[in-house]
């Protein structure tokens, strides 16, 4: 069924995802076995042009192929509750006018778990893949649930306590307020990345560890 998000202060009308490779018949698990190891790609290139360690990515189960549904990109795979993988999300090397930066592939109600994911307590929620590969690097466990949501959370969460990380901004504090809602059951807290920066990925680049280290340090300490 298709869902409203927000993008930009504006209300948008998002499809489902597909449910194959476009114009194949290849499923995300097809996919994602011949994926490439980042080391030595392109991919890896484009991580570290980001902050990324490769050590940190490969971590997370991040991949490179050279052609997803036309373009070159780097991978990961969502997972429900029960580990099954239920998509494979990709994130675009290079994006001209007109293009997505992004594509989803799969049955949805998965997250990207990064260091542990929701299995570590605080939980913290975040957008995209370099938010959580961001905070990977700073020592931080997350979930990245790249505007999608998945059904398990509210059982998997309820009676902790959670962090929703979100962007700055409107689209991010309207995001918080849906998750908010919906996990009514767990102790939801709200963090920002530091510095008025957009996003944790932005913060790593322009800040550095450190200061995203004792951003959210001292946020999950005082609990502010």
């Not at 948008?12 to 996919?31: H, K, N, S």
């Not at 969502?78 to 989803?104: A, C, F, I, P, W």
Request: positive net charge.
């Amino acid at each position: 069924m298709p869902v409203l998000v927000s993008g930009g202060g504006i209300r948008m009308l998002r499809l489902p995802d597909p449910l194959v490779i476009p114009g194949t018949r290849e499923t995300p698990q097809d996919f994602m076995k011949r994926a490439l190891p980042l080391s030595g790609t392109a991919g890896q290139a484009y991580i570290e042009r980001r902050g990324i360690p490769l050590g940190v990515a490969e971590a997370a189960a991040v991949r490179f192929t050279p052609n997803f549904a036309g373009r070159p990109a780097v991978l990961v795979a969502l997972h429900g509750s029960d580990e099954n993988m239920t998509s494979v999300h990709g994130r675009y090397l290079t994006v001209s006018r007109g293009q997505d930066k992004m594509l989803t592939i799969g049955s949805g109600g998965g997250t990207i778990n990064v260091l542990g994911g929701w299995r570590l307590d605080p939980v913290i929620i975040v957008e995209g893949l370099f938010d959580a590969l961001s905070l990977s690097v700073c020592g931080f466990a997350s979930i990245a649930t790249i505007g999608r949501w998945a059904p398990w959370l509210p059982d998997a969460l309820a009676g902790r306590t959670v962090w929703l990380a979100f962007d700055n901004g409107r689209p991010g504090e309207e995001e918080a307020a849906r998750y908010s809602d919906r996990l009514r059951s767990s102790d939801v807290r709200r963090i920002v990345p530091p510095g008025r920066r957009k996003d944790w990925n932005t913060a790593l680049v322009k800040l550095g560890v450190g200061s995203i280290e004792q951003h959210v340090q001292c946020c999950l300490a005082n609990k502010k």
